[in-house]
């Protein structure tokens, strides 16, 4: 995988992912992410629906604020 802003080769990591929702902020810890050298982050479509599906289920549960272990919860 390479990046789309500069072209260079992608380092595979964990980042902490947040979503900022309307009532409330998702915090995902630990999450597998691609990052470049340049700053820019991307999440594979794996991560990106699991992601989507943990945002989904934790937005009806909580009001405020969710921390969450990336694999704990995907
Ligand atoms: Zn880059």
Same mark, same amino acid.
């Given at each position: 995988?390479?990046?789309? =802003?500069?072209?260079?080769?992608?380092?595979?990591?964990?980042?902490?992912?947040?979503?900022?929702?309307?009532?409330?902020?998702?915090?995902?810890?630990?999450?597998?992410?691609?990052?470049?050298?340049?700053? =820019?982050?991307?999440?594979?479509?794996e991560?990106?629906?699991?992601?989507?599906?943990?945002?989904?289920?934790?937005?009806?549960?909580?009001?405020?604020?969710?921390i969450?272990?990336?694999?704990?919860?995907?």
């Amino acid at each position: 995988m390479k990046c789309i =802003e500069c072209g260079k080769e992608l380092t595979l990591t964990t980042k902490t992912y947040v979503a900022n929702l309307k009532n409330c902020v998702i915090i995902v810890k630990h999450t597998p992410a691609y990052v470049c050298d340049c700053g =820019e982050v991307y999440y594979d479509d794996e991560t990106t629906e699991r992601i989507e599906d943990i945002v989904y289920s934790l937005q009806k549960v909580i009001n405020d604020i969710a921390i969450v272990e990336y694999s704990k919860v995907a």
